[in-house]
Each structure stands twice: as structure tokens, then as C-alpha cells.
């Protein structure tokens, strides 16, 4: 299965230092162009150290940077019209319709357009939880990226939070 990657994601995973959570992907993610302008350009130019672990992502192929072409989609076409959506997350649906992949993105306008575009979706906390599931992360490890993740300011709810607690501790 392929995935694609919004900003979010990737800048709450580098910001817990937890990027190793998508290595357990069945495949590199991608990140559309927008995507990394947004993240690693941008935020390297203002001093971020999130943007560079991302960079160094990419440079050690953990990541893969694609071109969107929306020229001749339909649902590009859409979603660009969508008044909730940048640019990077019409990109991130665009591409992961084109390429029968997920979107990993955590903003409710992004993943309520990708449900009516029939486009699979899956959030931050997901990679956490598949990544302790599957054992590259040990429970208390998925619980401190969790944190970490809060603590730099990843807006989760507290029943939200409580459920990923909870299923965290379900793998023990």
C-alpha cells in the first residue's frame, strides 16, 4: 500500500523525533512537491529542527518528493475549488487518488473532502499505534512519541487521547 504524506504528520513525527514510525510502511511514502515546500523549505529558511530531520529523511531515501500532476484530474479539479483546503493538501489527496494510496493527514477539512472524494485517509496517531502494533515501537515508546507529539503542540482531544492510551495498552 502507498502512502502520502501531509505536513502535519511529518512535522509532529519530527518534532517527537519519532520519523522512525513510517519505516514500517509496506512502501516509502511520498510527499507531494507543495508538501515539501511547505515543511522543509519553508521551515528550514526559518530555523526549524523539525524541517531539517524531515530533510534528512528525504536525503536518506525514508521519504520519497513527487511531482503532482493535476492538469487532467477531476478530483484536482475539485478539491482545488475546496475553500478548506491549501494547496499541499489538494496536492496530498490529488496524489494519493492517482496513486490508490492513503493520505496521512490529521485536518478534519482535508479528511472530510478525502471521504467525499472516496479517497482512504489515515491519521498521525495510526502510524503510532501500526508502528507499536508491529513492533518497532514498544508500547511506552508509542505512548512518549504520543507526548512528545502534544507537547510541541499536536491538537488531539481528550477522549481522542484517551482512546490511543487505550489502545496502547492493549498491546501489552
Known amino acids: 500500500m ?17 520519523l ?8 516509502p511514502p511520498v510527499v507531494p512537491e507543495a508538501v515539501y515546500r511547505e515543511v522543509v523549505t519553508t521551515g528550514v529558511g526559518r530555523g526549524y529542527d523539525d524541517a531539517r530531520r524531515i530533510e ?9 518528493v513527487v511531482a503532482v500532476d493535476t492538469d487532467d484530474s477531476p478530483v484536482a479539479t475539485r478539491l482545488a475549488r475546496h ?9 496530498v489527496l490529488a496524489c494519493a487518488d492517482a496513486r490508490d494510496a492513503v493520505g496521512v493527514m490529521d485536518e478534519s477539512a482535508g479528511r472530510s473532502a478525502a471521504e467525499v ?8 496517531a495510526y ?3 501500526a508502528a507499536v502494533k508491529d513492533g518497532a515501537l514498544s508500547t511506552a515508546g508509542g505512548r512518549d512519541a504520543i507526548d512528545a507529539m ?3 503542540g499536536w491538537d488531539v482531544a481528550p477522549d481522542v487521547y484517551t ?5 496502547l495498552e492493549s498491546f501489552e
Open 56 to 64: 534528512r529523511a528525504v536525503e536518506d531515501g525514508l521519504v520519497d
Open 127 to 129: 502510524l503510532v499505534l
Open 2 to 18: 502507498s502512502w502520502v504524506f501531509d505536513a502535519t504528520p511529518l512535522i509532529y513525527l519530527a518534532k517527537a523525533e519519532r
Open 83 to 91: 475553500p478548506g483546503l491549501s494547496d499541499a493538501d489538494a496536492a
Open 117 to 124: 472524494e472516496d479517497i482512504e485517509t489515515r491519521g498521525t
Open 150 to 152: 502534544i507537547d510541541h
Open 163 to 167: 482512546k490511543i492510551v487505550g489502545k
Open 20 to 27: 522512525d514510525a513510517i519505516e514500517t510502511l509496506d512502501e
